[in-house]
């Protein structure tokens, strides 16, 4: 391991970034999940009548209390 300054101030700030550029793709990945996870549900529910009609009444259960 080299001991410049320089070499050092440049390698941390590479690690800074690179930890930066994992973090915000995860974070972009979890909301495009998450997004597909919604339309997902969505679709069955808007096929399912009958268990769209549970939802809605489990929903209405806790709103009520």
């Known amino acids: 391991m080299t001991q410049d300054t320089y ?3 440049g ?4 690690g800074l970034l690179a930890v930066w550029l994992v973090f915000s793709l995860v974070k972009k ?4 999940v998450l997004l597909i996870a ?3 549900g969505a679709y069955v529910l ?5 268990l769209q009609q549970q939802v809605i009444a489990g929903v ?3 709103w009520s209390r």
Not at 11 to 14: Q, R
Not at 46 to 50: K, V
């Open 7 to 9: 070499t050092l101030i």
């Open 11 to 14: 390698l941390g700030l590479a």
């Open 29 to 32: 990945m979890l909301g495009i």
């Open 38 to 40: 919604l339309a997902a």
């Open 46 to 50: 808007w096929t399912n009548p009958d």
């Open 60 to 62: 209405s259960r806790l």
